[in-house]
């Protein structure tokens, strides 16, 4: 182990290393990537155990829903520099017009609390914003690993554009 690094850097790292570059080995591991609908189809695609070795050496490991997942919504990144994927789900084309992700179908993305359950939503919801997909690599990494209620919660925030409710010193959660 060389070191506990977070799953962000290690994944935006992978990326660089296997998916975004234009070589022929890259563009065949993303189309890999974007035909699967399964864990187990993900699981067939050797980049995955890339990323599962770039995880293990720092103190990770990701069981199987969480790379396929990963690797999944990765294959359809342009760019790992951009806003946070929420953001861009809620982001209108202009001023008052609707957003990019309808209210609905954030709302059943949102719901999807299993990694295995989100490959395909998730993936029709990136659909929608096009091809030239870009997005917090680091951000989106960590978020799609731990899944949790605070991770959607904070996309909810995201995807409306508000501030996040936090609590006051002292005050529990319950």
């Not at 992978?14 to 864990?39: D, M, N, Q």
């Not at 189809?41 to 599962?52: I, K, R």
């Not at 720092?58 to 359809?76: D, I, K, V, W």
Request: aromatic fraction near 10%.
């Amino acid at each position: 182990m060389t070191g506990n690094k977070k799953i962000g850097e290690i994944v935006t790292k992978w990326h660089r290393k296997f998916l975004s570059s234009e070589t022929g080995a890259a563009r065949t591991a993303r189309a890999r990537l974007r035909r699967c609908s399964s864990p187990v189809e993900v699981l067939a695609v050797a980049e995955t155990f890339e990323l599962n070795a770039f995880l293990r050496e720092h103190g990770h490991h990701p069981n199987a829903g969480q790379l396929a997942l990963l690797t999944t919504t990765f294959s359809r990144l342009n760019s790992i520099d951009g806003e946070k994927l929420a953001s861009a789900f809620g982001a209108r084309s202009a001023k008052d017009g609707p957003r990019k992700l309808s209210e609905l179908r954030f709302q059943s993305l949102i719901r999807v609390k299993s990694r295995r359950m989100l490959i395909t939503p998730l993936r029709r919801s990136m659909a929608v914003l096009g091809s030239d997909l870009s997005c917090n690599g680091w951000r989106l990494a960590e978020d799609l690993y731990y899944w949790t209620d605070d991770v959607r919660s904070a996309w909810c925030f995201q995807y409306f554009g508000a501030e996040f409710a936090t609590t006051n010193k002292g005050e529990s959660n319950k």
